[in-house]
C-alpha cells in the first residue's frame, strides 16, 4: 500500500497499550479497508481471511511486521482484528479517512487517449471535466445527515449499535460520523456531528422528522 493511506491511518491514536504491540493500528486499519473494499468481504472473519491469502509483497505493503525466524511477514489474525477494531474511535477514524480523500486531486482529463489519438469519448469526457470546473462553487456545503444501525454489531451488553453520519452532496464523501449511545437517540448527536465537520454554516437535510427539533436548535 502507498505511504499515503497509511500515513493518513497513523493519525488515528492506538486505544491499545504500548506494551507488547506488534502490529501498528495503522496496518491493522489498512488490512480492514483493503479487506472491505473488495467483494464479498464484509465481516470481520472474512477480513481475516482476505488477510490470511495476502502474498508476502502485499503483506509488506500493508507494513506488517518481518519474523526473522521463519523469514516471512505475519498477518494479523482475527482475534487481533475483532480487539482492535472495537476499541478504535470510529468519529477520528472517519475523519482521518475524510482528510484522506480530500486530498485526492482528480487527474485532469486530455483531449486525447494514451497512444495520443483522439478519441470521441476523450474529446466529450474533457469538455464535461472543464464544464465542471469552470463552475462556480457553492457558497455552502450542503450535507445528508442519517442515522444507520451497524448490521452484525453488537455491544457487550446485547445492544445494537446505531451510528448518525453527514454525508457532503456534491462528493458523496462521509464527513463525519458519531456513534449513537445505548440510551440517546440521534436528535443529542445532531449538532456535535456537525460541529465535528468543522463546516460553517452548512446547508442540512435530515432523514426523518424527528431530527427537526434538533436541527432549528443549530
Known sequence: MPSGPLDALARVPDPRNPRGVRLRLATLLAV??????????????????????????????LGCPFDPFTGRFR??????????FARVDPAVLTAAGFARLTALQPRAVSPTGPDGTVEREQRRAHRTAG??????????????????????????????????????HHDA???ALREIGAKTNEIPEFAPLLRSATVRSPSR??????????????
Request: aromatic residues 4%; contains cysteine.
Open 32 to 61: 480492514g479497508v483493503c479487506a472491505l473494499t473488495s467483494a464479498g468481504h464484509n465481516s470481520l472473519t472474512a477480513v481475516a481471511e482476505w488477510v490470511r491469502r495476502c502474498d508476502q509483497d502485499v503483506l509488506a505493503r
Open 75 to 84: 498477518a494479523p489474525g482475527e482475534r487481533t482484528l475483532r480487539d482492535v
Open 131 to 168: 464544464r465542471e470546473r469552470d463552475r462556480p462553487r457553492p457558497r455552502r456545503a450542503a450535507f445528508a445527515v442519517d442515522g444507520k444501525c451497524l448490521r452484525g454489531a453488537v455491544r457487550a451488553d446485547g445492544s445494537r449499535v446505531f451510528v448518525l453520519t453527514a454525508v457532503r
Open 173 to 175: 464523501l462521509t464527513a
Open 205 to 218: 437535510t435530515g432523514r426523518s422528522g424527528r431530527s427537526g427539533r434538533a436541527r432549528s436548535n443549530i
